[in-house]
């Protein structure tokens, strides 16, 4: 098993999986996926690829991800070189991808059916400045301090799905004490576990304007 297909069947498997997806936005007009560390970016290739191929896609996927320095061209390629599937995203992906200065980046694909809102900066601080209502959480990357976890949290709908290959205690801990209800998943490794979760806290959730949170 190549590298990258490895890279893919973990992002299946611990991310859109563990959200429940692609089952939990069959027949939603819309799904907004949260994700804390867009990486080589191929947590949201995946993510894109699986609504294309569903006949219950919602109409519209936003994906959302912060990080602090986006891969180069080459990089970005380089991740699916060895999946075909993936190319075409890939390709149109790499099309607009320029000019990534620090700040908030609107990416346009499928007629405007799926948009990528590209964060470049600190995560916790990128978040603090977002107006998003998250279905979906990936919560990827290095683990969080407690402040960026809220910052997070704070834009997650209740009942949002999250689901992350951090699984140590204290993520959990500070994840509960934010309102996520976790269980833990086997990972792809043998003796791994990965996380996921439910946003239901005990306290009411406040709203955010649905008109900016698109």
Known sequence: ???????????????????????????????????TAFGSGLNFLATWHAWRSDP???????????????????????????????????DALASQWNGLLPGFHRLSFEDGHVLLTLCVGEAQAMLREQSFRADSVFLAGNAPDPDTLKAMTRLC??????????????????????????????????????????????????GLDEETAL
Not at 66 to 88: F, I, M
């Open 56 to 90: 219950r896609r919602p109409r519209l996927l936003h994906y959302a991800a912060t990080d602090p320095s986006p891969p180069s061209l080459h990089d970005l390629l380089q991740g699916v070189a060895t999946y075909p599937a993936l190319q075409p995203l890939a």
């Open 1 to 35: 098993m190549s590298a990258a297909t490895g890279a893919l069947q973990q992002a299946t498997h611990v991310f859109l999986e563990g959200c429940g997806l692609p089952a939990a936005w069959a027949g939603r007009p819309q799904w907004r996926v949260l994700d």
């Open 157 to 206: 709908r209740r009942d949002a799905t999250l689901a992350s290959e951090l699984a140590a205690d204290a993520v959990g801990r500070d994840l509960q004490s934010c309102g996520w209800v976790l269980h833990a998943r086997a990972g792809l490794s043998p003796g791994r576990e990965c996380l996921a979760g439910r946003h239901a806290p005990s306290w009411p959730v406040k």
